[in-house]
């Protein structure tokens, strides 16, 4: 069964760091990889995609990484801002189409 | 711009009551997910349907949940009778599988509390 583990479970950081977040899952026979951002009482914004042949992906300020022979992902997110504050979610797609095992989250506070 | 809708956007509903929570997904979209989310659990993946026949549902517990595709533009899930464990916020998801690419896509989510 696919486990997916995400650390930290929280961050604060000062606005203007660059920060990493960390995704670690147990069965490496995956899809693709999903983040997403949360934000409190809203639904999951789809922020980056990796398939399982791609190294990472770009968008803006956030880079996202796959090493799918280790099991790991992780998102940086470059000069931080406030605006960032959110809960990072990491999924996994599984090699039967779609279905997502999503990480715990990790809970990102920017402060001004 | 195409997004997933759900409504009710918020139930409070009595024990042993029925809820049914209706989701509209992307149009195009070939695949419908239920989730639920809670604290303690997280993100579960409830049931997902494909070209609007359900291919897993062994996320959902069956003596009191049901989800279906009347048509490929409502997805429902319904609780009969709904307990007081049941409260959680349910989220639909819908995507487009093609190829290589795949993602999914999120509505807001119906936040259900059961008394």
């Known amino acids: 069964k696919q486990e997916v583990t995400q650390i930290p479970a929280a961050l604060s950081v000062p606005e203007g760091e660059n920060l990493v977040l960390n995704c670690s899952f147990t069965?490496?026979?995956?899809?693709?990889l999903q983040w997403f951002r949360q934000d409190p009482g809203k639904g999951l914004t789809s922020l980056l995609l990796?398939?399982?042949?791609?190294r990472e992906q770009t968008s803006g300020r956030l880079n996202a990484s796959l090493d799918k022979s280790s099991g790991r992902s992780t998102l940086y997110i470059a000069a931080s801002q406030p605006g960032d504050s959110a809960t990072y979610l990491c999924?996994?797609?599984?090699?039967?189409?779609?279905?997502?095992?999503f990480g715990q989250g990790t809970i990102l506070t920017v402060h001004p | 711009d195409a997004r997933v809708t759900q409504t009710p956007r918020h139930k409070v509903t009595e024990m042993g009551q029925e809820v049914t929570m209706r989701c509209q997904p992307i149009l195009g979209h070939n695949t419908v997910f239920w989730y639920r989310q809670t604290m303690m659990q997280g993100l579960e993946l409830l049931a997902y349907f494909r070209n609007r026949a359900p291919l897993d549902d062994s996320g959902m517990p069956k003596d009191r949940f049901s989800a279906e595709m009347p048509d490929a533009t409502l997805a429902t899930l319904k609780i009969q009778p709904s307990e007081p464990r049941d409260s959680a916020v349910y989220f639909c998801?819908?995507?487009?599988?093609?190829?290589?690419?795949?993602?999914?896509?999120f509505g807001p989510g119906t936040r259900l509390t059961v008394t």
């Open positions: 069965d490496s026979a995956i899809y693709n």
């Open positions: 998801a819908s995507g487009l599988v093609t190829g290589s690419s795949y993602e999914q896509y």
């Open positions: 999924a996994v797609h599984g090699t039967s189409y779609g279905k997502l095992t």
């Open positions: 990796i398939q399982s042949s791609q």
